[in-house]
């Protein structure tokens, strides 16, 4: 069976403290992966799409990696204000068999 | 940011009751979703659409319905409204199914 999990479900840092967040995934077929930031009352935000293994992405404190089995969020030096829960959404198959399974997220809280 | 509105916002309702929601888009996407979000569940995807008129079922489409009638428009609806289907619910927009969805802010519907 086609499963996302995300580790930790909560991680709570000093701000400046760095850490990472895990992704890991078990389908057939793996077409891309991608990651969201999703804020109180507001809808998923997009972030990244990683679509092969070895490939990585940057924006500002955060950088996606991905491996064959897994995503990493790592997030350098954070603020306050990249308190947020973030998901990871896995997309396989093909044509009318494509899917796309999100993870219950990890809750990520930036004390000042 | 991704022109997707939501509507209503809120809304609370009795069982047995037919409730509509809606999710518009001015960016022509092709691909148009509904999902539920819960907690311990992750996001679900309840029913998409591939192009107007064009729709199919995802992981959890047991009672509800869903139609397009316009590019713009996506309407989803809880026929006979039951508890088990007070939830959050997100529509998404792609404009292929293996690039990144984006989301609107949600309807919080709450099932009496």
């Known amino acids: 069976e086609d499963q996302v999990t995300q580790s930790p479900e909560a991680l709570r840092l000093q701000e400046g403290e760095s850490s990472s967040l895990n992704c890991s995934y078990t389908?057939?077929?793996?077409?891309?992966l991608f990651w969201y930031r999703q804020d109180p009352g507001k809808g998923p935000e997009f972030l990244f799409t990683?679509?092969?293994a070895g490939e990585e992405k940057e924006k500002e404190r955060l950088k996606a990696t991905l491996t064959k089995k897994e995503s990493f969020l790592h997030i350098t030096a954070p603020k306050p204000e990249d308190s947020a829960t973030y998901l990871c959404?896995?997309?396989?198959?093909?044509?009318?068999?494509?899917?796309?399974?999100f993870g219950s997220g990890t809750r990520l809280s930036i004390r000042p | 940011d991704a022109g997707i509105t939501q509507s209503p916002r809120h809304k609370v309702t009795e069982t047995g009751t037919p409730v509509t929601l809606r999710c518009h888009q001015t960016?022509?996407?092709?691909?148009m979703y509904w999902y539920r979000q819960d907690p311990g569940h992750g996001l679900r995807l309840i029913h998409y659409?591939?192009?107007?008129?064009?729709?199919d079922k995802g992981e959890v489409s047991d009672g509800y319905s869903v139609s397009r009638s316009k590019t713009e428009d996506f309407l989803l609806t809880l026929e006979s409204a039951t508890s088990s289907q007070t939830s959050v619910y997100f529509c998404?927009?792609?404009?292929?199914?293996?690039?990144?969805?984006?989301f609107g802010d949600g309807t919080r519907l709450s099932i009496l």
């Open positions: 998404a927009i792609s404009p292929g199914s293996n690039q990144p969805q984006h």
């Open positions: 960016e022509n996407h092709r691909y």
């Open positions: 659409s591939y192009g107007v008129k064009d729709t």
């Open positions: 389908v057939s077929g793996l077409r891309g």
């Open positions: 959404a896995v997309l396989s198959g093909y044509s009318s068999a494509s899917k796309i399974i």
């Open positions: 990683l679509y092969s």
